[in-house]
């Protein structure tokens, strides 16, 4: 293998930039050329690369977003994208990619895979949404910034004697709520996953709560129940009688210095990858479970399900209260 290329693509996250570092280092050291991606998907079409060497990933691994830019290609969805990037990393020479991103960018490393251009895929995204993987890179730091957020809204929502309902991230997947919920020791934790009654799940266990002299409470939604933050906030206030004040943190989430574990972790992950392109293996996904990083077909991984833990969940209903 003599030439690679490495993207970023979809929502960035934290770590995405320790990724792409660990890729460029792992094979510059085994003498193979890497071409950062520019703009995901896009670049690769249009043949936006740069030529990276030892140096041009240096003091990168502690920023977040990525040095690569990212976007979502509408292009590359459709035949014709796809067949000009298979064009472009023919004319370039590009043996294999390096695919860090989400579920979505996955399904573009597979198409390509299909047509001749070995990829890999690394799972960098908040949303820890990617199923055969236990951990995405970002995902730590992101848990990490909403408890930061939320522990400083606590303060003036105690202050006041508040209730504050707070939106979090994470696509169709409630894994930042939940374990944000736990974290932050929120009064109730709404999920798409587990079905809800805001009757049941929030005001009367906010007034059994109210019993025992409680006064201030953290309600955590995920987004993809797609409740009204600020309806709910209304509606909780004239049936329980306290005030109360709704907040969506959006993208403050992604952003942000990577997380110790994120860093660790991206930088496993990126050599891995580079790793397995040096085998002559392709069309794969490289993926964390329980701290081991391993890896899986990507079509088998796109076919994986993930579901919640019901016993967090249970641990989460049975403590904050
Ligand atoms: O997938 C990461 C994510 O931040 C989701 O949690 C969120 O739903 C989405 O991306 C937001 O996308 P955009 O940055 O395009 O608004």
New binding site residues.
């Given amino acids: 293998m003599k030439t690679i290329a490495v993207l970023t693509s979809?929502?960035d996250?934290p770590g995405m930039n320790a990724a792409v570092r660990a890729v460029v280092r792992t094979a510059c050291e085994n003498g193979i050329k890497v071409l950062g991606v520019v703009r995901g998907y896009n670049g690769l079409i249009n043949g936006d690369f740069i030529e990276m060497d030892l140096r041009s990933v240096s003091d990168i691994i502690n920023r977040g977003g990525t040095i690569l830019y990212s976007a979502?290609s509408a292009e590359f969805a459709t035949e014709e994208g796809m067949r000009k990037a298979v064009r472009t990393c023919r004319e370039y020479g590009i043996e294999g990619v390096v695919v860090i991103g989400?579920d979505g960018s996955f399904r573009g490393a597979r198409d390509l895979s299909e047509r001749g251009i070995p990829c890999v895929g690394i799972p960098g995204?908040?949303?820890n949404?990617i199923a055969c993987c236990d951990y995405t890179i970002g995902y730590d730091t992101c848990l990490n910034t909403i408890m930061e957020m939320v522990d400083r809204i606590r303060d003036t929502t105690e202050s006041h004697d508040r209730c504050s309902v707070i939106e979090v991230?994470?696509?169709r997947a409630g894994f930042?709520a939940l374990n944000s919920g736990i974290a932050c020791g929120a009064t109730a934790i709404l999920i798409p996953e587990i079905p809800f009654e805001i009757e049941k799940h929030v005001i009367e266990r906010m007034k059994r709560t109210q019993r025992t002299d409680k006064k201030h409470f953290i309600i955590i939604v995920a987004?993809?129940v797609g409740l009204d933050v600020k309806q709910l906030a209304a509606e909780i206030q004239s049936k329980t009688g306290v005030e109360s004040r709704a907040t969506i943190l959006g993208?403050t989430?992604?952003g942000g210095y990577p997380t110790a574990k994120d860093r660790v972790m991206a930088t496993r992950m990126g050599n891995y990858a580079v790793k397995l392109l040096m085998n002559d293996i392709g069309n794969r996904v490289v993926a964390a479970q329980k701290e081991e990083v391993l890896d899986f077909d990507i079509f088998e991984a796109l076919n994986m399900k993930k579901s919640v833990d019901m016993e967090l969940y249970n641990v989460a209903h049975e403590v904050s209260i």
Avoid: K, N, S, V
Wanted: proline share 0%.
């Fill in positions: 979809g929502g996250a979502r989400g995204t908040i949303d949404d991230m994470g696509r930042l987004e993809g993208h989430q992604r």
